[in-house]
């Protein structure tokens, strides 16, 4: 089986390694503690194709240790009880490397297997996850590991690894290559600062061209056909998926149209219209709220429209429901009533309705005061009559506090003119 390119030209060296630069630069503290060669135990998070693999092999390649390379997603505890039987061993005399990828792929178990021999430094540890280790890795390891965040590659940064793809490419061919001008940045911008994905893109451009005595071109037409989508190294189960999440809710709620339908246009590119559209219609209540109630009803039938059509359609109700929720005023009055009503509930002895409130009209004998002396509202002038309805314990209590919108300061003042609270 042919190997991808990909992996046959990966990386040897950290001055070969594309990006990273703010741990791997010159006088940077990870490239330090290579360059040391006292390597600690080690986390590696970030996204796929950023370059986590290659520099723990670079790291292993040059440690003079035992090197052993499980996955997370395969490997059991007896992958794991092979690697501490070989400290045992004249193969562990200098030291036991133990790169596991996919750490998070592990279960508690498996993983605190190996903290007793991280900690007396029998086995040093090199992991690597796409997902935030503080959330999937066991705080056991996390102790006792320093983690580092590998970051998506950018465009400009990948064009040269591309360029490179292109001549192996050629050289292994035997094929005379015209690379359109545009090509390389443009797979470079479409693969998600995914490095592997663009060199193999490119692999697939000279894989798949047309060869007329011995030359062929690349076309950017072509690098379109033949690039994978990257879908901006979107995960539905990953943090990707609450990072794009927030993202978008964090730029609507500071109002920034063109920040938020960036972020929207990632999740319909990921195909994720689902997502989008859950998170829009809690937008709707969260943050716009009482400042413009009808954008809850008008963001639902938004929704509703792009479930019916579908992609690619569903793409433009879904637009339209962003950039009315980014522009809207806002109000997140209403979510801090109900949250500050519930702390309540969780913390407090409210104690029970007012009898005037409950739906009986029959009083026990042990009752102090007898018949339920509920005051209709609509008798009374403007429909408001003054009497108690929380319980005794919180009459008093505030939960909702008028914001300084159009919509909620008219509310306010209508409020006052029926309680007769006007100078």
Do not use: W
């Not at 950017?220 to 879908?231: H, K």
């Not at 939960?399 to 006052?416: H, I, M, P, T, V």
């Amino acid at each position: 089986m042919s190997v991808p390119l990909a992996d046959r030209i990966r990386p040897q060296t950290l001055d070969d390694v594309v990006g990273q630069e703010h741990i791997l630069g010159e006088g940077k503290y990870l490239r330090r503690i290579i360059e040391s060669g006292n390597i600690p135990n080690m986390i590696f998070y970030g996204s796929s194709g950023v370059g986590k693999t290659t520099v723990a092999r670079i790291i292993a390649k040059n440690s003079g240790m035992a090197l052993h390379k499980l996955n997370g997603t395969s490997a059991g505890i007896s992958d794991i009880k092979e690697v501490i039987a070989d400290t045992e061993t004249i193969n562990g005399v200098g030291g036991v490397l133990l790169y596991l990828d996919e750490i998070q792929y592990l279960n508690k178990k498996q993983q605190q297997s190996l903290l007793e021999y991280i900690e007396n430094g029998r086995i040093t540890l090199i992991a690597s996850t796409t997902e935030n280790p503080y959330f999937y890795i066991y705080n056991a390891i996390l102790s006792r590991c320093a983690v580092f965040e590998f970051k998506p590659v950018s465009a400009k940064d990948i064009v040269p690894a591309v360029n490179r793809a292109f001549r192996i490419m050629a050289d292994e061919t035997g094929t005379k290559l015209h690379v359109e001008k545009g090509t390389a940045e443009y797979i470079s911008r479409t693969c998600g600062g995914d490095v592997r994905k663009s060199i193999n893109a490119a692999e697939l451009c000279v894989l798949g061209a047309e060869v007329k005595d011995g030359e062929a071109t690349i076309t950017v037409e072509e690098a379109e056909a033949f690039s994978q989508r990257s879908n901006m190294n979107y995960d539905r189960d990953g943090d990707q998926h609450y990072d794009i999440l927030s993202a978008l809710q964090k730029s609507i709620r500071g109002s920034d149209e063109n920040a938020a339908i960036h972020y929207a246009a990632r999740l319909i590119e990921a195909g994720d219209i689902i997502s989008l559209s859950r998170r829009l219609l809690v937008i709707a209540a969260e943050d716009i709220g009482l400042a413009y109630p009808q954008a809850i009803p008008i963001v639902k039938a938004c929704v509703d429209s792009a479930m019916q059509l579908g992609l690619p359609e569903a793409r433009i109700p879904l637009a339209n429901a962003v950039i009315l929720l980014a522009t809207a005023p806002k109000s997140n009055s209403a979510y801090m009533a109900i949250n500050s009503a519930l702390d309540d509930l969780r913390t407090k002895d409210c104690g029970d309705f007012p009898r005037h409130l409950q739906n009986k009209h029959y009083d026990g004998a042990d009752a102090e005061v007898r018949g339920q002396h509920y005051l209709y509202p609509h008798d009374y002038p403007n429909h408001y009559v003054k009497q108690q309805y929380l319980p005794d314990a919180i009459k008093d209590a505030v939960y909702y506090r008028f914001g300084d919108n159009k919509s909620e300061q008219a509310a306010y003042l209508y409020s006052r003119k029926i309680k007769g609270e006007e100078k």
